[in-house]
């Protein structure tokens, strides 16, 4: 199984900056894409924020072109999102997600961290 364990949410005033962090842990043979997603209010779905591959090739949602940042360390198997200039629209929570296997003849299985919250005071 893959563990991922997200940190860096919190309480932010419009403007500010913050930076998520997600390790995944556990048995990993590979891992492919990674990427960040929120849920804006309960019940509503998940919406892709950010995605980077094993190669580096990221995609954003068009809210946050320009502010947000997805970076890895393929190393640590761990990705990051630096957000800047928030604003209250932008307070969620945030999920991260990867796509890894646990065994060279599996296929790829989609992971999911618990959430963290961000909330962008005006």
């Known amino acids: 199984q893959v563990q991922l364990v997200e940190s860096g949410g919190g309480l932010v005033q419009a403007g500010g900056s913050l930076r998520l962090s997600c390790a995944a842990s556990?048995?990993?043979?590979?891992?492919?894409?990674m990427g960040w997603y929120r849920r804006l209010a309960p019940g509503k779905q998940r919406d892709l924020v950010a995605?980077?591959?094993?190669?580096?090739?990221?995609n954003y949602a068009d809210s946050v072109k320009g502010r947000f940042t997805i970076t890895r360390d393929n190393a640590k198997n761990t990705v990051y999102l630096q957000m800047n200039s928030l604003n209250p629209e932008d307070t969620a929570v945030y999920y991260c997600?990867?796509?890894?296997?646990?065994?060279?003849?599996?296929?790829?299985?989609?992971?999911w961290g618990q959430g963290t919250q961000v909330t962008v005071s005006s």
């Open positions: 997600n990867a796509q890894a296997s646990t065994r060279w003849f599996e296929s790829m299985s989609n992971y």
């Open positions: 556990g048995t990993i043979y590979r891992v492919n894409a």
């Open positions: 995605v980077i591959t094993s190669d580096g090739t990221t």
